[in-house]
């Protein structure tokens, strides 16, 4: 229960946002935006990433188009210091002034100089990312410069003493009625301000007068053409427009990973920017400048006109240190869209006051706080679950869930939990890089040990983990939240449900040659948690005459993983890959029935196995339970209705499906829903992405809360969708099945359990 109302109007303060180096202040700040914010930022930010899902249809050839925009940022990056000359050259040539600062102190002293020269008193500046990161507006108001913030949002922000919590929309977490009640408060207007507009109006009023009188404007950059000195900056109001023209001074501010090389180069990432953030085919305003402008100053009230004056400030402040970084250089081809927030279920609920740092939020952020700041100011980045929905979203193909591990990794080592840390890792089979990992991450890292060991003395262990000091006991050493109901540990596993099963089958199967061949993967949460799950694929592959084989049950990696021990997982997943290759050069096929472990061969093997040959292999050779059954009948020609038959379903023919995130993320994969819709099932398809469990993370006292809020929309709409009958919920991920079965408290299932309930011969099909 949180500490906070939930009608409370706190002001999150700047320094209470960014120390988040502990878990105290992070579980602080993820306590205050539940009880705060969570609504007005999971509805704006579904919002936009419903309008990005629309805009980006539109765009012909969107995959090939990524492509050609990471292709330029890799090389901008590798060649950014012959950029920086060329771009000083035209800058200079141009009669502007060009300054590199190697870091943010270096910009500050730097802006604030030529502020000085020019004898300003008030600047106004346009939405910047980098002057959030050096922190430009205390250095220039500590010298007796006003400084107003002139877009919309940043203005509320201001006005609150509040950091923004998106990278595009900064006062996302902000409704209206607490701008409104702001407002009132601060400016004591005779106006009632109750609707957007009215606020609106009243802030452009405010801001006009800026304009107007202001001596120096700041700007930020949205893209740099090294070859012709463009600046390109994207906006929806107008105000970057006025910022950049109206005062005779203009000051553009950013990172030195903004420059591209060529012209031509600039295309790609207009045409991808604003889809890709608020799901717009193109943002209000595209200002393309070459400065420093020719024409003459404004002037305004009678005031004599003055020499414009163009200054070009490019901030280095580690970004070249994180070129050298084979990790976090990735971070670099970030331009700031926002669709990775938008798109994030941890986000949706939290916004960047709680998942983000001292300027950078959400998974990408973690990596930026790292590389422009100091690791521990990255510690927020552990919020990142994983589910990797943001993979296939990102405009420039950056793989966040893996840069947020390689933290993870890092900040284990930067933690040293010291003697008891070292015991349990050793222990539990840990390697040694990763036995400096706390007691709850080598808990949750090596869940195939106690997997083990639960079901070897079930029911004993279920019967014992249930009781309530245990579970508080176990929430105090390794984090487990005592609330969180435990899936039972299973004495009668898949290996042995199988092995009974084969003896059966060999007996009655005459010896006949099968046309396939299939290997099981034996994954330890279905082998230990839910073996049903695994005998129905079983069942319904061999009532289509598939030869069937179940693999050993190896620890594969996604444990290790999920809790940054990169080295564990990769030693693990270069044992389980070499294994399955053999299998692989032998005919078979590795099918997997649960969804995160084939995101574990089909993506993230990608990063943990040395040799990428040998990853490919496994890629293109593991496929899910569903999908390689699809594929079976599409290339033997066999119709889904010879095989099952939907009437002989007990609980009648209404289900529900919600399809697991990493499935999805996957790409490529037909829609299961779909499938059962074809059999003649009355399926309602869940809406909701993500149901908030994500593995380990659902379960650990930190993100209980967090996980359970997720879970909210989901459980709403499967309640929704049941109307009078409950329907029989289908939902591929075990994860996801023991998140729904805790938050409706109905039982799940697997969509082969449900294809086994309606095969059309009892005990065969064709075979």
Wanted: hydrophobic share 40%.
């Amino acid at each position: 229960m949180s500490q906070y109302p939930a009608d409370a109007d706190f002001r999150i303060k700047p320094r209470e946002v960014a120390d988040k180096s502990s878990r105290e202040t992070l579980s602080k700040a993820i306590r205050m935006a539940l009880a705060v914010e969570s609504e007005p930022v999971r509805r704006n930010t579904n919002t936009f990433n419903q309008n990005r899902y629309t805009a980006v249809r539109t765009i012909d050839d969107y995959e090939a188009l990524k492509d050609r925009a990471r292709a330029i940022k890799e090389k901008a990056i590798e060649q950014i210091e012959s950029s920086v000359a060329v771009l000083r050259k035209v800058i200079e040539e141009r009669g502007g002034h060009f300054y590199l600062a190697k870091d943010g102190a270096d910009a500050n002293a730097y802006i604030l100089e030529v502020c000085q020269k020019h004898q300003a008193k008030l600047a106004v500046k346009s939405k910047s990312m980098t002057s959030e990161e050096i922190r430009l507006n205390g250095v220039l108001e500590g010298a007796g410069i006003e400084v107003a913030e002139t877009d919309l949002a940043e203005f509320i922000l201001q006005v609150a003493d509040e950091q923004p919590s998106h990278i595009v929309a900064p006062a996302i977490h902000r409704s209206r009625e607490r701008i409104s009640k702001l407002f009132k408060d601060v400016f004591h207007p005779e106006q009632p301000l109750e609707t957007g507009e009215d606020l609106t109006k009243f802030a452009r009023e405010i801001l006009r007068r800026k304009f107007l009188t202001a001596d120096v404007g700041i700007s930020g950059a949205n893209i740099i053409d090294a070859e012709t000195g463009t600046i390109v900056l994207v906006e929806n109001e107008g105000n970057i427009r006025m910022v950049t023209q109206a005062p005779p001074v203009h000051i553009a501010v950013a990172g030195v990973e903004k420059i591209v090389p060529h012209w031509e180069d600039l295309a790609p990432f207009i045409e991808l920017l604003a889809p890709s953030g608020t799901g717009q085919p193109l943002s209000q305003y595209t200002n393309i400048l070459h400065p420093p402008l020719k024409m003459p100053s404004f002037s305004f009230d009678g005031r004599p006109r003055r020499e414009r004056a163009f200054y070009l400030v490019l901030v280095d402040n580690g970004r070249l240190r994180m070129r050298h970084d084979t990790e976090l250089k990735r971070a670099l081809y970030c331009m700031r869209c926002s669709a990775c927030l938008n798109v994030c279920p941890v986000f949706q609920v939290l916004g960047g006051h709680a998942f983000g740092g001292e300027t950078y939020s959400g998974g990408i952020g973690g990596a930026w706080e790292a590389g422009t700041g100091s690791l521990e100011k990255a510690r927020f980045s552990e919020l990142c679950t994983g589910c990797s929905r943001c993979v296939r979203q990102c405009p420039v193909r950056i793989d966040i869930p893996w840069l947020n591990t390689v933290l993870h990794d890092r900040l284990n080592q930067l933690d040293g939990k010291g003697a008891a840390a070292l015991f349990f890792g050793k222990l539990f089979g840990s390697e040694s890089r990763d036995r400096e990992a706390g007691v709850e991450k080598q808990f949750f890292g090596n869940y195939a040990t106690f997997a083990k060991a639960g079901s070897a003395f079930a029911p004993l262990s279920n019967g014992i983990s249930a009781l309530s000091p245990v579970r508080h006991l176990m929430e105090k050493m390794v984090g487990l939240d005592h609330r969180r109901r435990l899936p039972a540990f299973q004495k009668n596993t898949f290996t042995k449900k199988f092995a009974a099963w084969q003896k059966g089958r060999e007996k009655s199967s005459g010896g006949k040659a099968r046309p396939a061949k299939v290997l099981l993967f034996a994954d330890i949460y279905t082998n230990f948690l839910h073996p049903e799950s695994g005998m129905a694929a079983v069942k319904v592959l061999d009532a289509l005459g598939i030869d069937v084989r179940l693999s050993d049950v190896p620890a594969e990696g996604r444990a290790a993983l999920s809790q940054g021990m990169v080295e564990t997982a990769a030693r693990r997943a270069n044992r389980v890959a070499h294994d399955l290759e053999n299998e692989i050069d032998r005919g078979w096929k590795i099918v997997v029935p649960e969804p995160s472990v084939l995101a574990l061969f089909r993506r993230d093997y990608k990063n943990l196995l040395n040799n990428n040959t040998l990853f490919e292999k496994l890629r293109e050779n593991s496929l899910g339970a569903v999908e390689y059954l699809g594929h079976y009948l599409t290339e033997n020609k066999i119709p889904l209705q010879a095989i099952f038959d939907a009437n002989r379903f007990p609980p009648g023919k209404r289900l529900f499906y919600h399809g697991h995130c990493q499935r999805k993320s996957l790409g490529g994969i037909p829609d299961e829903g779909a499938l059962f819709t074809e059999l003649g099932f009355d399926v309602v398809s869940s809406k909701v992405e993500c149901c908030g469990m994500a593995g380990s993370f659902g379960y650990k006292k930190e993100f209980y809360d967090v996980s359970m809020k997720i879970g909210e929309a989901l459980f709403q709409q499967i309640r929704l969708a049941d109307g009078e009958n409950p329907r029989t919920i289908v939902t591929g991920g075990i994860s996801c099945r023991h998140q729904i079965e805790e938050g409706v408290h109905r039982p799940v299932f697997h969509p082969m359990e449900v294809l086994e309930k309606i095969l059309a011969a009892e005990g065969g099909g064709l075979s």
